[in-house]
């Protein structure tokens, strides 16, 4: 078998029509929608460490973060550990990753890869490939577009007779969600539905949920999220958060986008300017315009998933070829008045998976726990190579095959380990099982501060309702924090 793996970068399981939800007649996905109606939809997806880098050490590895050494964004994978690309090339397989790559390391175990400059740029970015002696060379193009692009040249060139692994890694829908030229003006004249969670008050919460820097409303901002460019030098707009870097991206423009780019979002900042909103209205106007901009992003991932699958139809490749769709966590799109991820909440905890298996019944759907450690695992197997031992995932082609394996684990171990740092989300670790959420938040410096929340997930799946110190919930707290302290020990976790 030969496997695809699609992973973009910050997208919502909300955002795939497949899952129904507020925006899926608003804004359908049909070619993610069409993979999801031929293989299975996953409804119960998680990350191990809701975060860019831990995740992608956590698909090559398939251990947790404190296992691969990738515990924060900036961190370094321990090299030492074993990819499972190499394992595969030991066997035979032809192996190749294009576009984000963002570990610390150059691509190891790969015959062939063509990879973003860190995060990468929408527009114009740079990529490098064995060919160009470790030096990023700028490709003319939209990222997105561009990544599909080597995917399918890596196709093109591979040996006919020869098993191959490909990684498709996008950039998008990554902030500042920079859409491509021709979908400038899409969903223009659309109002988009607010979640129910939008006003949440998090009034019974730990300190985290207040002390984050991930609102919509007071750290969202003009010019680098929002587009509005041309007030980089107005106060209070110059003193905003990466003003700089917005400029960058549109200055790597060719002069045909830029006009493209100018002409829309200038309508953006008269808007902007006229209506002189505040407080909730504000607020309103910013998500508006942020669900826009990201559902953009989607429309040019949802095509070129759609180009990908029908180059591999052209070519007779459908009927041995895995083709995984995910996305390295999940996000918030307005969920709790937010954006970006990093918390144990469902919204950033789970992420969409979808997963075509060649002669599978088709349509399922999978409500089994999994998680991103589960991805290394399930790839060797689909090569046919048993999984190492020390690999901490297990691989998901029984339950592909309608078949779940009697001891198929009962819950999961979550742990955040990146404060302080951007959007000051606090250091936390928590089990969730099929019901019941137990988050401990925690200081690992000077061990001052301790606090926990439970979540009974059937009653209350938005998350606004921490049961932990009511009393009829008192068994449950100590079930779930016997199984975190049975996580802790058997893994060996540090409060790092």
């Known amino acids: 078998m030969n496997v695809v793996y699609i992973m973009t970068d910050d997208h919502s399981y909300q955002t795939i029509s497949a899952y129904g939800g507020i925006l899926a007649k608003l804004a359908p996905t049909p070619n993610l929608d069409r993979l999801a109606e031929k293989g299975m939809l996953f409804e119960r997806a998680f990350v191990e460490n809701s975060l860019s880098a831990p995740s992608r050490a956590c698909l090559m590895t ?59 740029e929408y527009y114009n970015p740079e990529f490098k490939n064995k060919e160009t002696n470790g030096k990023y060379v700028r490709r003319d193009g939209y990222a997105t577009r561009l990544v599909t692009d080597y995917a399918i040249d890596f196709l093109e060139h591979r040996k006919s007779d020869t098993p191959f692994c490909l990684l498709v890694h996008h950039k998008a829908p990554h902030r500042n969600w920079m859409p491509e030229p021709k979908y400038l003006d899409l969903y223009e004249d659309v109002e988009f539905p607010y979640p129910d ?30 587009k509005l460019n041309k007030l980089k030098d107005t106060a209070p707009y110059s003193k905003e958060w990466n003003v700089k870097g917005m400029q960058e991206s549109i200055d790597r423009m060719k002069p045909e986008e830029r006009l493209l780019w100018e002409k829309a979002y200038d309508r953006r900042l008269a808007d902007f300017k006229s209506l002189q909103l505040t407080g909730n209205e504000l607020k309103k106007w910013k998500y508006q315009a942020y669900m826009k901009d990201y559902l953009r992003c989607i429309k040019s991932i949802d095509d070129e998933v759609g180009r990908l699958v029908e180059y591999l139809k052209e070519h007779n490749l459908m009927e041995n070829t895995v083709i995984v769709y995910t996305s390295d966590q999940g996000f918030y799109m307005g969920e709790h008045g937010w954006f970006d991820k990093r918390f144990m909440y469902e919204e950033s905890l789970r992420t969409p998976l979808i997963i075509y298996y060649p002669g599978m019944k088709k349509g399922k759907k999978c409500s089994k726990l999994v998680q991103n450690i589960d991805y290394a695992p399930t790839i060797l197997d689909i090569a046919g190579i048993d999984k190492p031992d020390y690999m901490s995932g297990e691989s998901l082609i029984p339950l592909l095959k309608g078949n779940t394996p009697k001891n198929w684990r009962r819950d999961i171990y979550y742990h955040y380990y990146d404060y302080p740092a951007q959007h000051k989300v606090r250091r936390h670790d928590g089990v969730r099982d099929e019901r019941y959420k137990l988050v401990h938040f925690y200081d690992a410096k000077n061990k001052t501060y301790d606090c926990n ?6 009653k209350d799946p938005r998350e606004l309702n921490n049961v932990y110190n009511e009393s009829s919930y008192k068994e449950i707290q100590k079930r779930l924090q016997d199984r975190l302290d049975c996580y802790r020990n058997e893994l060996k976790v540090d409060e790092h």
């Open 62 to 120: 398939g251990l947790y973060s404190h296992q691969n050494g990738q515990r924060q964004l900036f961190g370094q994978i321990d090299t030492t550990k074993t990819f499972f690309s190499e394992i595969l090339q030991q066997h035979g397989y032809q192996t190749a990753v294009v576009g984000k790559w963002h570990l610390q390391c150059e691509p190891k175990g790969f015959d062939y890869y063509e990879v973003l400059y860190g995060q990468g």
């Open 197 to 226: 969670t939008f006003d949440d008050d998090y009034a019974t919460r730990c300190r985290p949920a207040y002390e984050q820097e991930m609102q919509i409303d007071k750290d969202m901002t003009a010019v680098y999220d929002l």
């Open 453 to 458: 929340e439970l979540y009974d997930l059937l």
